[in-house]
């Protein structure tokens, strides 16, 4: 198969499958001609050719090839023209073969790639050497060799790339060592990046690494074999990253202790999952330019260096999951420039230094599942700039500081299952830039301050799980901007404040098991922004206030479980935006609100599980865009209106279970997308009406129905 891309001009062409032309020089496709007309040439898949590629076009500048046989590799590279039959500016510059099975290249061949900037060999995995060759490609700039080959000797003639500015070789497994010659790897002088990610077998690293006076880029990731740095490695003054991610056989950073600290331009240190790195060296507090210090998962380290503090450059510092971490140094306070500090999971850290808050830069502070974390410095407060405090699953957290009013940037505050925590501090309410509070699970927290209504600027409130909230404040109805108040769970929650009706702007109500609220207020009318409005499982609920119907904007009303729940008002029908009504397991219902018709944008009712339910209303048959009725369960119901006719959206209806049902309307015979019914352990003349209908195809028996449960009906023409 060939592709080509482009019009007349054709700049790039794929050949694919066992392609049989004599020759490419020759091919023609329509009105193009390939001759010197296309500059990348894409081989795929070809393990045959047949005497194709006679000679390449000197005008390809790129070659890539892709899952190919060896002997297709071998044939193409040798249709390559000579340099002496280019003319000037036409020259292979790049060569890619990825997924080709060869173990080898030739030495010839190599040699005469000599324009070669670009050279990549990738998931070769049969690769077992490299020729010598390779050595007079002086205008490579890029290697890369990556991929799972079983090269284990990189050839001495490396250091002839004296343009190399790239050498990538990650994931060449078999490599245990890099060559130390004294004309191999220290001559690249220009090589700016080493990759050697994935390396699992090199267990060092040579002396003359450290003559790579160009190299900004050290990825020494996932050499897990890897021991120990050379202390050649403080020669490298112009490293700007080091990154030893997975290196789990460190135990220590380097041989030396004072390498590292020569590093001068290092920005970035990456010892993520190092699990047996137990200390910095003290040199550390030397890397003036140093600006990310990512320990991640360095599950044996126990503290930093005192010197720490001198990193003043430093704007990110992740410490999660070094859960043998006991303490921070009091030099962390010297940190100016510190923007971030995670101790995500710190589990022993049980406080914090006094001197924190001398971090005036800091924006976030991350202490989740810092589990012994008992206290937090009054100086806390002083951090003016900080954006985002998590204290999530912080369980011995008893209080916050009252100087945590002082935190006049903050704008997220997190406290979910702080469960020793009993009280919020008064000065909370200073807290001016605050829009997401969360205390989800404080099972300790009995009341919320009244100073909460002081925050202008809050959002989201969460406040779910509570089991020992009673109340919430009356001063919440001066939350003017709030959207979202979640308080599911809250179950010894008795009652709302009455000027709820003032939050104007709340979309999300979420009141969720809160079992023992009898009532809501007859303010909550005036939420016209409200979209959701969640009360399921609120089994002390016995009424809805008339207001509800005021909810104009309403889309979701779930009154799920609502056991006391005995009528629904007939301002109900006012909620003409309402998709969907689920008022299943409310036992307690006799009936619905003659207005029900009025819902015209409602598509699903469920009613399975109203055990007391006698009868729908005749309106029921105005819901024209009803697709889906569940009546499951409700065992008073004895018939349907003979409006459910009208329903002609209806596809899908359960009447499972409803053992008082004797009959079904004759209009059912109008319900022409009903494509599923369930009448499961009804009365068998219901199943007889449906098998009576010309079009019904199948009906179960309701003594079959133990591995079925649907009822099929098909619609003829």
Same mark, same amino acid.
């Given at each position: 198969?060939?592709?080509?891309?482009?019009?007349?001009?054709?700049?790039?062409?794929?050949?694919?499958?066992?392609?049989?032309?004599?020759?490419?020089?020759?091919?023609?496709?329509?009105?193009?001609?390939?001759?010197?007309?296309?500059?990348?040439?894409?081989?795929?898949?070809?393990?045959?050719?047949?005497?194709?590629?006679?000679?390449?076009?000197?005008?390809?500048?790129?070659?890539?090839?892709?899952?190919?046989?060896?002997?297709?590799?071998?044939?193409?590279?040798?249709?390559?023209?000579?340099?002496?039959?280019?003319?000037?500016?036409?020259?292979?510059?790049?060569?890619?073969?990825?997924?080709?099975?060869?173990?080898?290249?030739?030495?010839?061949?190599?040699?005469?790639?000599?324009?070669?900037?670009?050279?990549?060999?990738?998931?070769?995995?049969?690769?077992?050497?490299?020729?010598?060759?390779?050595?007079?490609?002086?205008?490579?700039?890029?290697?890369?060799?990556?991929?799972?080959?079983?090269?284990?000797?990189? =050839?001495?003639? &490396? !250091?002839? +790339?004296? /343009? $190399? *500015?790239? #050498?990538? %070789?990650?994931?060449?497994?078999? @490599?245990?060592?890099?060559?130390?010659?004294?004309?191999?790897?220290?001559?690249?002088?220009?090589?700016?990046?080493?990759?050697?990610?994935?390396?699992?077998?090199?267990?060092?690293?040579?002396?003359?690494?450290?003559?790579?006076?160009?190299?900004?880029?050290?990825?020494?990731?996932?050499?897990?074999?890897?021991?120990?740095?050379?202390?050649?490695?403080?020669?490298?003054?112009?490293?700007?990253?080091?990154?030893?991610?997975?290196?789990?056989?460190?135990?220590?950073?380097?041989?030396?202790?004072?390498?590292?600290?020569?590093?001068?331009?290092?920005?970035?240190?990456?010892?993520?999952?190092?699990?047996?790195?137990?200390?910095? =060296?003290?040199? &550390? !507090?030397? +890397?003036? /330019? $140093? *600006?990310? #210090?990512? %320990?991640?998962?360095?599950?044996? @380290?126990?503290?930093?260096?005192?010197?720490?503090?001198?990193?003043?450059?430093?704007?990110?510092?992740?410490?999660?999951?070094?859960?043998?971490?006991?303490?921070?140094?009091?030099?962390?306070?010297?940190?100016?420039?510190?923007?971030?500090?995670?101790?995500?999971?710190?589990?022993?850290?049980?406080?914090?230094?006094?001197?924190?808050?001398?971090?005036?830069?800091?924006?976030?502070?991350?202490?989740?599942?810092?589990?012994?974390?008992?206290?937090?410095?009054?100086?806390?407060?002083?951090?003016?700039?900080?954006?985002?405090?998590?204290?999530?699953?912080?369980?011995?957290?008893?209080?916050?500081?009252?100087?945590?009013?002082?935190?006049?940037? &903050?704008?997220? +505050?997190?406290?979910?299952?702080?469960?020793? %925590?009993?009280?919020?501090?008064?000065?909370?309410?200073?807290?001016?830039?605050?829009?997401?509070?969360?205390?989800?699970?404080?099972?300790?927290?009995?009341?919320?301050?009244?100073?909460?209504?002081?925050?202008?600027?809050?959002?989201?409130?969460?406040?779910?799980?509570?089991?020992?909230?009673?109340?919430?404040?009356?001063?919440?109805?001066?939350?003017?901007?709030?959207?979202?108040?979640?308080?599911?769970?809250?179950?010894?929650?008795?009652?709302?404040?009455?000027?709820?009706?003032?939050?104007?702007?709340?979309?999300?109500?979420?009141?969720?098991?809160?079992?023992?609220?009898?009532?809501?207020?007859?303010?909550?009318?005036?939420?016209?922004?409200?979209?959701?409005?969640?009360?399921?499982?609120?089994?002390?609920?016995?009424?809805?206030?008339?207001?509800?119907?005021?909810?104009?904007?309403?889309?979701?009303?779930?009154?799920?479980?609502?056991?006391?729940?005995?009528?629904?008002?007939?301002?109900?029908?006012?909620?003409?935006?309402?998709?969907?009504?689920?008022?299943?397991?409310?036992?307690?219902?006799?009936?619905?609100?003659?207005?029900?018709?009025?819902?015209?944008?409602?598509?699903?009712?469920?009613?399975?599980?109203?055990?007391?339910?006698?009868?729908?209303?005749?309106?029921?048959?105005?819901?024209?865009?009803?697709?889906?009725?569940?009546?499951?369960?409700?065992?008073?119901?004895?018939?349907?209106?003979?409006?459910?006719?009208?329903?002609?959206?209806?596809?899908?209806?359960?009447?499972?279970?409803?053992?008082?049902?004797?009959?079904?309307?004759?209009?059912?015979?109008?319900?022409?997308?009903?494509?599923?019914?369930?009448?499961?352990?009804?009365?068998?003349?219901?199943?007889?009406?449906?098998?009576?209908?010309?079009?019904?195809?199948?009906?179960?028996?309701?003594?079959?129905?133990?591995?079925?449960?649907?009822?099929?009906?098909?619609?003829?023409?």
């Amino acid at each position: 198969m060939i592709r080509a891309f482009a019009s007349r001009k054709v700049a790039e062409l794929v050949v694919s499958g066992h392609f049989k032309a004599e020759s490419l020089q020759s091919l023609c496709i329509g009105s193009v001609t390939f001759e010197h007309a296309y500059r990348t040439l894409g081989i795929v898949t070809c393990e045959l050719f047949n005497g194709c590629f006679a000679r390449t076009p000197s005008a390809v500048h790129t070659l890539t090839m892709t899952r190919c046989g060896p002997a297709s590799v071998l044939k193409v590279l040798q249709s390559l023209p000579p340099p002496s039959d280019r003319d000037e500016g036409q020259a292979l510059t790049a060569l890619d073969v990825r997924n080709c099975d060869i173990t080898g290249l030739p030495e010839l061949i190599v040699s005469q790639l000599t324009a070669l900037t670009s050279f990549q060999l990738s998931e070769c995995r049969k690769l077992a050497t490299l020729p010598s060759s390779l050595g007079q490609l002086t205008s490579l700039r890029a290697l890369a060799i990556t991929g799972r080959s079983r090269i284990v000797p990189l =050839p001495d003639s &490396l !250091g002839q +790339l004296t /343009a $190399l *500015t790239a #050498l990538n %070789l990650s994931q060449c497994t078999g @490599l245990t060592a890099l060559p130390d010659s004294p004309d191999s790897l220290c001559l690249l002088t220009a090589l700016v990046s080493l990759n050697l990610c994935g390396c699992r077998g090199l267990s060092g690293l040579p002396a003359s690494l450290g003559q790579l006076a160009a190299l900004t880029e050290l990825n020494l990731s996932e050499c897990a074999q890897l021991t120990r740095l050379p202390d050649s490695l403080r020669r490298l003054t112009a490293l700007r990253t080091l990154a030893m991610v997975s290196c789990t056989a460190s135990a220590a950073l380097s041989a030396s202790e004072y390498s590292l600290g020569q590093l001068a331009a290092l920005t970035v240190l990456d010892m993520t999952e190092c699990r047996k790195l137990a200390r910095l =060296p003290e040199s &550390l !507090g030397r +890397l003036t /330019a $140093l *600006t990310t #210090l990512n %320990l991640h998962t360095c599950k044996a @380290l126990t503290c930093l260096p005192e010197t720490v503090g001198g990193l003043a450059a430093l704007t990110r510092l992740n410490l999660t999951r070094c859960r043998m971490l006991t303490r921070l140094p009091e030099s962390v306070s010297q940190l100016i420039a510190l923007r971030e500090l995670t101790l995500d999971m710190c589990t022993r850290l049980t406080s914090l230094p006094d001197s924190l808050g001398q971090l005036q830069a800091l924006t976030v502070l991350d202490l989740t599942k810092c589990r012994n974390l008992a206290r937090l410095p009054e100086s806390l407060g002083r951090l003016a700039a900080l954006a985002t405090l998590d204290l999530h699953m912080c369980d011995a957290l008893v209080c916050l500081p009252e100087t945590v009013g002082g935190l006049a940037a &903050l704008t997220k +505050l997190n406290l979910a299952r702080c469960h020793a %925590l009993t009280r919020l501090p008064e000065s909370i309410g200073d807290l001016v830039a605050l829009r997401e509070l969360s205390v989800d699970s404080c099972t300790r927290l009995a009341s919320l301050p009244e100073a909460l209504g002081q925050l202008q600027a809050l959002t989201a409130l969460y406040v779910p799980h509570r089991r020992a909230l009673t109340r919430l404040p009356e001063s919440l109805a001066e939350l003017t901007r709030l959207t979202t108040l979640d308080a599911d769970g809250c179950n010894n929650l008795v009652r709302l404040p009455e000027q709820l009706g003032h939050i104007g702007a709340i979309t999300k109500l979420h009141l969720r098991g809160c079992n023992r609220l009898a009532g809501l207020p007859d303010s909550i009318g005036r939420l016209t922004a409200l979209t959701a409005l969640e009360l399921g499982a609120c089994s002390a609920l016995t009424a809805l206030p008339d207001s509800l119907g005021r909810l104009a904007a309403l889309t979701s009303l779930g009154v799920t479980q609502c056991g006391r729940l005995a009528a629904l008002p007939e301002s109900l029908g006012q909620l003409t935006a309402l998709p969907s009504l689920d008022l299943s397991d409310c036992r307690a219902l006799t009936s619905l609100p003659v207005s029900l018709g009025q819902l015209t944008a409602l598509q699903t009712l469920n009613l399975s599980r109203c055990a007391a339910l006698v009868a729908l209303p005749d309106t029921l048959g105005q819901l024209a865009a009803l697709t889906a009725l569940n009546l499951t369960d409700c065992c008073a119901l004895t018939a349907l209106p003979r409006s459910m006719g009208e329903l002609t959206a209806l596809t899908r209806l359960s009447l499972k279970k409803c053992c008082a049902l004797a009959a079904l309307p004759d209009t059912v015979r109008s319900l022409a997308q009903l494509t599923k019914v369930n009448v499961e352990g009804c009365q068998r003349a219901v199943a007889a009406e449906l098998r009576s209908l010309d079009a019904v195809r199948t009906v179960m028996h309701p003594s079959n129905f133990k591995s079925k449960m649907m009822v099929n009906t098909e619609r003829g023409s």
